[in-house]
């Protein structure tokens, strides 16, 4: 048994609770985003992780590729706070490179603490479980500050804690819209991080029985009518391609349903919340008027000059403060500028590898149940990849703690189903309602009949290598 494991599934529902419950603008005095009590949670993480590392037989035995995207991220940001600390950066910009170092431990705790602390299947349910719970607690708020009744968050004071800038409240958009952020720091965070969690939660509302059942069920319900009280386009591009990605290993009767579910439900918030959709609507449809959009696209320009005098290492991890460079409301760009290619790739590896551990698991699973959450978890990470340009998503707290756990959920499910490479693709059960089987499993059946002789004995010509 591993001493630093025994309660790692406890902190890391402490962290949730911290993530989701406590204002995002809540933070230690003086520290900015970095004081947020999760982040301290985090870095604790992070260090109980190193101790196990550097004793004998204390993590998991085993490969982890979660381990490896982790180690390369780090590596690329420290590299990155070398090269910008040697161009002799502002004060303003030092401070905020040591803010990011913090960010940049407590991402490392929370993923590899989910990734290789967590013992068991049961333990990794109850985390995700805690994770759909408190998203859909951040879905109450929001939906209390649109209903106009309360603001819980305006009744939150926890000592020790201050806020580092005026609580966000709500805020109008279109005509007279209202749109929440619950107790996220932004509206864009709030509606992207539901739409993350939404997939999870989908996941074990199909897959509850009993007296689970009626309350999962109500947390999706909760957590899809939230998302749209944002008026965001990230939050809808997020929930459709998350949705995309993990309705395709459903069997076409799912997709039917889930369809016809989605319009009804889709029509009924329409009547109850007159406007919203609209408003939603004007903003795809009308994009050319819209002034965010056509900043972002002149900001294109100064973007890539200030690529091009750093391509390679960037100005530093970190460095690139809206202060001192330009608000940038695209977390791609912020990468290209404070650690050039490097930090990106170093960023697209974060998100593809366990993207393609989802995949194994949902292509090699040992139960349907087991492959359907491989999906979901991996349908997250192409939906964080569109979310992040589209807005600055790493300077968003509860967006990062977020990813960090759905990445290390990837990874423990990889590593409690005992996933390998050799293990075969796994066909549909009679029984299965959720998973399809894979089209390459089909497509390597029909390969082996027709290399394999249905009649013993008779010579099969296999060319002129066979």
Not at 171 to 199: D, K
Not at 283 to 294: G, K
């Amino acid at each position: 048994m591993r001493p630093w494991s025994i309660t790692t599934a406890g902190v890391l529902v402490l962290f949730l609770a911290l993530q989701f419950l406590i204002p995002a603008r809540l933070v230690i005095g003086g520290m900015g985003a970095a004081g947020r009590p999760s982040v301290a949670v985090g870095i604790l993480l992070a260090f109980l992780w190193v101790v196990s590392a550097i004793r004998r037989r204390q993590l998991p035995h085993g490969r982890q590729p979660i381990r490896w995207a982790v180690g390369l991220f780090v590596a690329v940001q420290v590299i990155g706070n070398v090269v910008g600390y040697d161009r002799l950066p502002t004060l303003g910009q030092a401070s905020a490179a040591a803010r990011w170092l913090l960010v940049v431990a407590a991402i490392a705790g929370v993923t590899l603490a989910v990734a290789e602390g967590v013992r068991t299947r049961r333990e990794l349910d109850r985390v995700l479980g805690a994770l759909v719970l408190f998203a859909a607690a951040m879905s109450v708020v929001g939906i209390l500050q649109f209903s106009g009744l309360v603001d819980p968050v305006d009744y939150i004071r926890i000592p020790g804690l201050s806020y580092n800038s005026a609580a966000l409240g709500v805020a109008e958009r279109g005509e007279g819209i209202p749109r929440v952020a619950g107790t996220a720091n932004h509206y864009i965070e709030f509606g992207v991080a539901l739409a993350l969690v939404l997939p999870v939660a989908l996941h074990y509302a199909l897959f509850s029985t009993g007296q689970a059942r009626w309350w999962r069920w109500l947390c999706v319900g909760l957590i899809a009518l939230a998302i749209p009280l944002s008026v965001s386009r990230s939050a809808i591009v997020t929930v459709a391609v998350a949705m995309l990605v993990l309705s395709t290993v459903w069997p076409w009767r799912m997709r039917y349903n889930a369809l016809v579910i989605s319009v009804v439900s889709i029509a009924v918030f329409h009547v109850v919340n007159r406007g919203v959709l609209g408003t939603i609507k004007a903003l795809f449809t009308n994009v050319e008027n819209d002034p965010s959009v056509t900043a972002r696209i002149e900001r294109t320009t100064i973007v890539m000059e200030l690529w091009h005098e750093r391509p390679v290492f960037g100005w530093g991890a970190g460095m690139v403060t809206p202060e001192e460079f330009l608000l940038l409301d695209n977390q791609i760009y912020g990468f290209m500028l404070a650690g050039g290619m490097l930090a990106v790739l170093a960023f697209l590896v974060l998100l593809l590898i366990p993207y393609l551990v989802g995949r194994s698991v949902r292509l090699r699973g040992s139960d349907e149940e087991t492959r359907h959450l491989g999906q979901a978890l991996a349908a997250t990470m192409p939906a964080a990849l569109a979310a992040s340009g589209t807005f600055d998503s790493f300077a968003f707290a509860t967006f990062v703690g977020l990813l960090c756990v759905l990445i290390g959920a990837t990874g423990a499910l990889w590593r409690l189903d005992g996933i390998t490479p050799s293990r075969p693709l796994q066909d549909a059960a009679p029984g299965d309602r959720y998973v399809a089987t894979p089209l390459t499993a089909n497509v390597r059946e029909r390969v082996r009949r027709a290399w394999t002789d249905p009649h013993p004995g008779r010579i099969v010509r296999r060319g002129a290598d066979g």
